[in-house]
């Protein structure tokens, strides 16, 4: 008999942290179902931070295998107030999903970098970029440690990411500017960040929740002994709104997409297929004849590094485990198909310098 619920009527909550076979459940505000009784305020007197209940995954779930990660909006089911516990009854249909860290409902990626100490690496930087857009998922760029460079670099990194097709936001984690604009970007979303090592993410973190490390003990002081135990994602509230993972997304960003998606990563290139086409559909602008891709902007050559890179992973992934095991792509005038496989760093060699030629013709051609 299934029995039509009021929505109305619905306990609803985020999951904010997992350990073994409990979640932590932040309730939304506001909802009728929340009583005003005494048990129901000690819940809320427990945590300063909002109302928590420790919930487990009803039985039904288990079965059916469905999975709870943090981010998962659910449905609980027989709150006891009292004690602070509850049974997850229901999953909502998840907006996105990331899968390391595992978070479900990221809004956003807060992609993070130094101007200074470390300087930006572009060719780094673009391989994140391109990571994160590979989740679908919107990115918001950060520059961190704005404090060690002078206005004129500020600016001229700011021209230079906006010619890539990226707005920045520049902040300084220790001189304290720009935060203002980093709270307003965050509220109300659930942030993953990401960027390489020493750029000052966790002086961010520690500064954006500067009560991180005591609210751990509340918050998950039920699930774990600590933050940094196991390999434990948690989402932290900001104090202006918006949870914000603890975990760093993607430290190695490799490109793991087809070769034929590529240039959907990258802004300059939807930017120039906005307006023209290729002549062949497929093509993987590189030396197709009429290709409105291939120019001369500054991550051209980063595509093609990464193309490159797109192709061998999708040649080994068609040799294991697939029929066509001694099968790759190989583009030809445009089209992309399957041919015997060579060695890869031979094809690689091979390739690097067809590259080399084009552009070299390229460069030719525009100079005439
Ligand atoms: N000048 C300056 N230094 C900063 C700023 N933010 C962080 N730092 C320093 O940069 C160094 C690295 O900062 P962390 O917060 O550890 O960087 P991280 O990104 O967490 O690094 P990993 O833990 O290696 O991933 C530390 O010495 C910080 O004190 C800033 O805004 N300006
Ligand atoms: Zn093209």
């Not at 997992?18 to 945590?47: G, K």
């Not at 430290?251 to 120039?272: G, H, K, S, V």
Request: hydrophobic residues 35%; glycine residues 6%; contains cysteine.
């Amino acid at each position: 008999m299934s029995v039509t619920k009021d929505p109305a009527n619905q306990l609803l909550g985020t999951v904010v942290a997992v350990q073994a076979n409990y979640y932590q459940v932040r309730l939304d505000a506001n909802q009728d179902r929340i009583p005003e009784t005494d048990d129901a305020n000690q819940a809320r007197e427990n945590s300063a931070f909002g109302y928590f209940l420790l919930c487990t995954r009803r039985a039904r779930l288990k079965k059916i295998g469905q999975q709870v990660i943090v981010g998962d909006r659910v449905e609980i089911e027989e709150p006891d107030w009292a004690g602070g516990r509850g049974a997850i009854a229901q999953v909502l249909p998840r907006q996105t999903q990331l899968d390391r860290p595992p978070i479900a409902n990221t809004d956003q990626i807060l992609l993070v970098f130094a101007l200074a100490d470390p300087p930006i690496e572009p060719y780094q930087l673009s391989r994140f970029l391109v990571k994160a857009e590979l989740t679908g998922i919107d990115v918001c760029l950060c520059l961190n440690k704005s404090d060690l460079v002078t206005q004129l670099e500020q600016q001229q990194w700011r021209d230079r990411l906006h010619e890539w097709g990226y707005q920045s936001l520049l902040i300084s984690a220790y001189a304290h500017t720009g935060l203002e604009q980093l709270y307003n970007q965050l509220a109300n979303k659930i942030t993953v960040f990401a960027g390489p090592s020493g750029v000052g993410k966790s002086s961010l973190i520690n500064y954006l929740i500067p009560d991180i490390n005591t609210r751990v003990g509340e918050v998950s002081g039920k699930l774990s002994r600590g933050r940094h135990t196991t390999r434990h994602v948690e989402l932290f509230e900001l104090p202006g709104g918006g949870l914000l993972a603890d975990t760093p997304g993607f430290n190695q960003p490799d490109i793991d997409c087809t070769p034929e998606e590529l240039a959907d990563y990258f802004p300059e290139a939807q930017q120039r297929l906005a307006t023209q086409r290729c002549q062949f559909n497929d093509c993987l602008h590189r030396d197709e004849p009429n290709c409105v891709v291939r120019g001369d902007w500054e991550r051209y050559e980063h595509y093609l590094d990464f193309l490159e890179e797109a192709i061998v992973t999708q040649a080994h992934l068609h040799q294991q485990g697939n029929p066509e095991s001694t099968l790759k792509m190989k583009t030809k005038g445009g089209k992309s198909q399957l041919e015997p496989k060579l060695e890869t760093k031979k094809y690689r060699r091979v390739s690097r310098r067809t590259q080399q030629q084009n552009l070299q013709e390229l460069y030719q051609e525009t100079d005439l």
